[in-house]
């Protein structure tokens, strides 16, 4: 995916970028009284539902045009900037048509490459800013793609939303997994893309929302999307998730902002002492994992030799056991070590097999 040149829409000085509202769109009266309870805080957008794609027909999917109506009368008796949910062109046009200030793609809709160049079709030739949700699998290319489609349709304006990713495990503790290395790996690739977190979504629950939000703003999010309404226990739809005004006021004013850089000369030298300690010892780490798939290549050849399979089931279980403790003696996650040595010894069996594969090969004349 080549650069490409980021507006200022979703940039806030030294603050980070606040969208809120509820979920949907319900009444005149509830997206009214919510747009009066936001007008004094640091909201740059006030979001509404206007059309909900639900998971199964028969739910409350949207009140359509007229949310629209209302959501532009809460615009225009606020001064508030307004965004929705855009799934179709059609919703595109109507966005355009009642002065929509931003836009943007879910989740269902960012998992559809066919579906995003549509929205992207009917965006060619307007400025309206757009954010992109992740897709509902954590796949970054997709997600990356998306917001590239997007961009390829003359938009500047563009951010990412993380909303988690679905997950089918009735004890799980959020509503979607986080999986934080998704969008770090995304920031990494575009580091002047703003990636907004939305935590109600994350959690699906009330109460988690503030912590989620300071974990975020640790991880140097750019911003937070907060469903709020001014009654939640009555919303008509995920309204476990959503916080009252009053909430999510609390909830920013605890907010504690990290900045990426510090400008005490004392602590910036100790931080890049230690970082090249760090760099020393991710040198050291590499040498040594090199030298053990040479031993790897090793044991595959006397695999070979012996005429024995790769995989060793018996191996692999003392591998887990007896790392995993040697790991937890160290103060380290015994989960964070099976992942490590997970990863370690499908490259080991990939070694062994191609040593293999090439002793099977038919000789040529």
């Known amino acids: 995916m080549p650069n490409f040149a980021i507006m200022s829409f979703f940039k806030t000085a030294g603050k ?28 740059q957008l006030f979001r509404g539902g206007v059309w909900k794609p639900r998971t199964r027909p028969g739910s409350f999917e949207g009140n359509g045009v007229d949310a629209l109506d209302w959501l532009k009368e809460a615009k225009q008796a606020y001064g508030t900037k307004i965004t929705i949910e855009v799934a179709e062109p059609h919703h595109v046009e109507l966005a355009l048509q009642y002065g929509v200030d931003a836009v943007w793609l879910g989740a269902r809709t960012t998992v559809n490459p066919f579906q995003v160049q549509r929205i992207a079709d009917a965006l060619k030739g307007n400025i ?29 304006d563009v951010a990412a939303i993380h909303r988690g990713f679905s997950i089918y495990d009735a004890g799980a503790v959020y509503r979607n997994s986080p999986n934080w290395p998704v969008p770090i ?9 703003s990636i907004i977190c939305d935590p109600s979504h994350i959690t699906g629950r009330r109460n988690m929302v ?3 939000a300071q974990k975020a703003m640790d991880l140097g999010f750019d911003g937070l999307m907060i469903e709020t309404h001014p009654d939640p226990e009555k919303a008509w739809s995920d309204a476990a998730q959503q916080i ?4 999510l006021t609390e909830l920013l004013q605890h907010l504690v902002i990290r900045h990426e850089f510090t ?51 018996e191996r692999w279980r003392d ?8 790991g937890e003696r160290q103060m380290l996650s015994k989960e964070f070590i099976v992942a490590l040595y997970q990863m370690i010894h499908d ?19």
């Open 16 to 43: 980070p970028f606040i969208i809120a509202g509820p979920c949907s769109a319900e009444s005149r009266e509830q997206v009214m009284e919510t747009a009066a309870a936001l007008k004094d805080l640091p909201v």
């Open 263 to 313: 400008a005490d000369m004392g602590k910036s030298t100790e931080l890049e002492y230690l970082r090249q300690l760090m760099d020393s010892i991710d040198a050291e780490v590499i040498d040594l994992l090199a030298r053990r798939m040479e031993l790897s290549e090793r044991i595959g050849a006397v695999k070979k030799d012996s005429n024995i399979t790769a995989y060793q089931p």
């Open 210 to 212: 503030a912590e989620l």
């Open 185 to 193: 790996e995304l920031k990494r690739r575009r580091p002047e893309l």
């Open 347 to 365: 490259e080991s069996i990939r070694r062994q097999l191609e040593i293999l594969r090439n002793a099977t090969k038919p000789v040529k004349d």
């Open 244 to 247: 009252t005004p009053a909430a």
């Open 319 to 326: 591998i887990v056991a007896s790392r995993g403790e040697h």
């Open 128 to 156: 309206l800013p757009v954010l992109v949700k992740n897709p509902v699998n954590p796949d970054v290319d997709l997600w990356e793609g998306a917001i590239e489609r997007i961009h390829r349709a003359g938009i500047v």
